[in-house]
């Protein structure tokens, strides 16, 4: 998401600013620190809870009691995130996801609307996004179906729950798609906006618990090998 947020998203901001004759600058940095904010909005307005609090170890003495048990006790303890809530604590597991693939569809619908709307814009670029975009929602899938799978839930619910958390993915990807493709002007500032937005996901949410239990050496060879994936991919198909 780091990669693809600079090389998918921003360096053409830049581009295209200077095109529109912007300040180079200027979009960029505006789309940007607006498409943070408006994660920061929301992650306010809609109670979630976070997939690391399923993760951690559990505190206090060792327990002869089944980490299903001790899960859901932790859980239990734990005040979801945003505004006070009494829906059940899957379902605000499902809504942590949910909030945080919004700006993924948004950066997949700007990259292939910017294609009508500029020369530079490739299907190639496009679709390289889309296959980052779609490759790390395997872990992000897994995060969602497996600690509700040891809350309890079936195997064929965990996964519903898990395929119904990217839901929101192709209704973002169609409106960020529309806005580039009906105002060139604000290409610059929705493709910087969707920037924002993923990067306010990875550090707030996803770095967080990539290096959780102990995982930290792992979590960041997996970034850096992740990261070089995804520009190999954008440089050689863009």
């Known amino acids: 998401m780091v990669a693809a947020s600079f090389w998918s998203l921003l360096a053409p901001a830049i581009e295209i600013s200077e095109e529109l004759g912007y300040p180079g600058w200027l979009p960029p940095v505006a789309g940007f620190l607006a ?22 170890a559990p505190d206090g003495p060792p327990s002869s009691l089944r980490r299903t048990t001790l899960l859901v006790l932790a859980m239990a303890e734990t005040a979801p995130d945003g505004p006070p809530s009494s829906l059940r604590r899957t379902t605000l597991l499902v809504l942590a996801i949910t909030l945080h693939n919004i700006p993924e569809g948004l950066a997949v619908g700007v990259a292939f609307g910017a294609m009508g709307a ?5 299907f190639a670029g496009a679709a390289a996004l889309a296959l980052g975009m779609g490759l790390q929602n395997f872990p992000e899938g897994l995060a969602v179906s497996m600690p509700l799978r040891r809350e309890g839930l079936s195997r064929a619910r965990a996964f519903f729950y898990g395929q119904l958390s990217a839901i ?6 169609f409106i960020g798609a529309l ?5 060139r002007p604000v290409l610059p500032f ?11 996901v990875v550090v707030e949410e996803t770095v967080p618990e990539s290096q959780a239990s102990g995982n930290g050496d792992l979590a960041t060879t997996g ?3 992740g990261f070089a994936v995804m520009m190999a991919l954008d440089v050689a198909l863009g």
């Open 190 to 200: 929705a493709l910087a906006f969707a920037a924002g937005a993923m990067i306010f």
């Open 35 to 56: 498409g943070g904010a408006a994660l920061r909005l929301l992650d306010m307005a809609m109670p979630h809870l976070h997939p690391a609090m399923a993760e951690t």
């Open 168 to 173: 929101v993915e192709p209704v973002f990807a």
């Open 118 to 122: 500029m020369p530079e814009a490739t």
């Open 179 to 183: 806005l580039v493709w009906a105002a």
């Open 223 to 225: 970034f850096l090998v």
